[in-house]
């Protein structure tokens, strides 16, 4: 079946660090695949999404690329800010499955 | 400009008792959604539904029920609650196509004792 795989957290960065989360997937066909974003205590809200391989989405700062070959959707930020402290889930919506799969989550924490 | 309302926000139960969550959303999405989240564990789909009158199981879906008999609408019921279904619930709904995002609720927070 479908399934979304991130790097456990929590991850700890200083303001203005490099920030990377791994996140692979396992699906059949063609998914489209997300990251979400959760502040204390509110619901999840998209980050930035990307439809098919190769593509890029973009929000914010944050990146991530689209590898079909490595069945992975990285999510990258040049200079991160107390502000991004939240939690991030990289998900996919597979249209054979009709169903949207959340990766575990990754708990970041930045400090000044 | 409501989006995704889910109440109750809070709720305490005793083991055995029974209680309805109600998500309403005012975007005409056809597909909807219920998940839990627990610590270290993410989101675990529930149960799901693509359209009025059309449910199916999620990852997690024992000790759960659901309907679906308004579009806008998406219950999800506890018959006998026990202490394993304490978590946090989100509802969502979207559009159901696969470039579109998902819209969520904020959450109700359940506690079974």
């Known amino acids: 079946g479908n399934s979304v795989t991130q790097m456990e957290g929590p991850v700890t960065l200083s303001e203005e660090a490099f920030l990377t989360i791994n996140c692979t997937y396992t699906?059949?066909?063609?998914?489209?695949l997300f990251w979400y974003v959760q502040y204390p205590g509110e619901g999840l809200q998209l980050l930035l999404k990307a439809t098919k391989a190769d593509d890029k989405g973009s929000n914010k700062g944050f990146e991530a690329t689209y590898r079909k070959e490595t069945t992975s959707f990285h999510l990258e930020k040049g200079s991160v800010q107390v502000s991004d402290s939240a939690v991030y889930f990289c998900a996919l919506f597979s249209g054979g499955y009709n169903k949207l799969i959340f990766g575990a989550g990754t708990r970041l924490a930045v400090h000044p | 400009n409501a989006g995704v309302t889910q109440t109750p926000k809070f709720r305490v139960l005793k083991t055995g008792q029974s209680m309805t969550l109600l998500c309403a959303q005012d975007?005409?999405?056809?597909?909807m959604y219920w998940y839990r989240q627990d610590p270290g564990m993410g989101l675990r789909l529930i149960h799901y539904s693509v359209g009025e009158g059309t449910t199916a199981k999620g990852e997690v879906p024992d000790g759960y029920n659901v309907s679906r008999l308004k579009k806008q609408n998406f219950l999800l019921g506890l018959e006998s609650a026990a202490p394993s279904q304490t978590s946090v619930y989100f509802c969502?709904?979207?559009?159901?196509?696969?470039?579109?995002?998902?819209?969520f609720g904020q959450g109700t927070r359940l506690t079974v004792v």
């Open positions: 975007m005409n999405h056809e597909y």
């Open positions: 969502a709904s979207s559009y159901g196509y696969m470039n579109t995002e998902a819209f």
């Open positions: 699906a059949t066909g063609y998914p489209s």
